[in-house]
């Protein structure tokens, strides 16, 4: 039969799995290679192009807009959904769909981002052009300093030269990671500057898994008679009757103020099975002083995290240490969070 990829030869004495492996390692080799370099840049003569980019796009009363072409034009996709998804409105627009009409979503409040490893596309001399008519700043991501994109520019990021990791060094892989990885740069950089919070994240990611992680511990507990609670000095056949109605494996216990002074769960009870008349002791003698516990307003992410790292599979909710909730490992996975 013959070979379906004729272009494609194994070294003698290697298999097919070992050539495939032995590939993807020269390609995350060249690849590390290429953020090692954009690393370095970032610590001399990228240094401040890059703070001048961040400044003019923080500063900017409208929004960030993304342009390229090809893989440049992909990668540009991801920019602008990456910076509108943490704080910076941001959109992309098609460098050759510019000239045929898209060039009215571009205001003089906005602030383009332009993508080409060459600086040469025709299709880019339209928009800068436009941008030059209105005085919209053009920030230029490119490897070539003196190409027409970077001259036309307000700010020039320069990426260092990298091999691409296609042997042949001419498919885009390297570049374009590197591209991707000063635009991911750019906008923590404003994210962090702008304080923008895992609250503000939430606001914008209401969907999915990532929305599920986002919810709060007011948004998955049970609340009211639900919560199994009983006082101090409370006996623990009562005690077993409330864990057992209320289904979460546990007790909360509230001292004379309301305050939770501890809990009682079903690995306490397996604990203290060699008490000599466990029903007729009294919860004080059972429970797990000083319990850990979430306020209303944690992150889902993070307590479910709290239950992970801690091998439990129930929180109490508290208000200034009163008992006002509980979340069960299985709220989370109703939720979609675990």
């Known amino acids: 039969m013959a070979n379906p990829h004729p272009l494609m ?6 298999t097919p799995a070992d050539s495939a492996v032995q590939s993807a390692l020269r390609t995350l080799d060249a690849e590390g290679s290429g953020i090692a370099a954009l690393s370095a840049a970032l610590q001399s003569d990228l240094r401040a192009p890059f ?6 796009i923080r500063n900017a009363n409208g929004r960030l807009i993304v342009t390229g072409l090809g893989k440049s034009g992909h990668i540009g996709r991801k920019i602008a959904a990456t910076f509108a998804s943490t704080g910076t409105p941001a959109f992309f627009v098609h ?3 510019a000239s045929h009409g898209d060039l009215g979503m571009i205001t003089p409040e906005d602030v383009i981002l332009a993508l080409s490893w060459s600086g040469e596309q025709p299709e880019m ?5 436009y941008a030059k008519r209105f005085r919209i700043p053009v920030i230029a991501m490119t490897a070539e300093r003196e190409s027409s994109l970077a001259k036309a520019a307000d700010v020039a990021l320069t990426l260092p030269k990298a091999r691409e990791a296609c042997p042949h060094n001419l498919a885009p892989t390297t570049s374009s990671l590197m591209m991707l990885a000063l635009g991911d740069a750019l906008a923590i950089a404003l994210l962090e500057g ?5 609250t503000d994240f939430s606001v914008l990611h209401p969907g999915g898994k990532l929305g599920a992680l986002l919810k709060y511990a007011r948004d998955l507990m049970h609340s009211g008679d639900a919560v199994p609670l009983k006082p101090l000095g409370t006996k623990m056949s009562e005690a077993l009757v409330e864990m057992t109605s209320k289904g979460f494996g546990c007790v909360g216990i509230t001292d004379a103020r309301g305050h939770l002074a501890g809990i009682v769960t079903d690995g306490d009870l397996r604990r203290h099975m060699d008490h000599p008349d466990l029903m007729a ?3 004080d003698e059972v429970m797990t002083r000083n319990p850990k516990t ?3 307003d944690v992150m889902a992410g993070e307590a479910l995290e709290i239950l992970n790292s801690s091998k439990i599979t129930t929180l109490i909710v508290t208000d200034a240490n009163k008992p006002v909730g509980i979340v069960h490992l299985h709220d989370f996975l109703r939720a979609g969070v675990a």
């Open 125 to 129: 001399k339209n928009l800068i052009t």
């Open 51 to 56: 703070v001048a980019a961040a400044d003019l």
């Open 9 to 14: 030869t194994e070294s003698s004495g290697t």
């Open 194 to 198: 702008r304080g923008f919070t895992s």
């Open 281 to 283: 002791a009294t919860v």
């Open 294 to 296: 979430i306020g209303r």
């Open 95 to 97: 460098a050759a769909e």
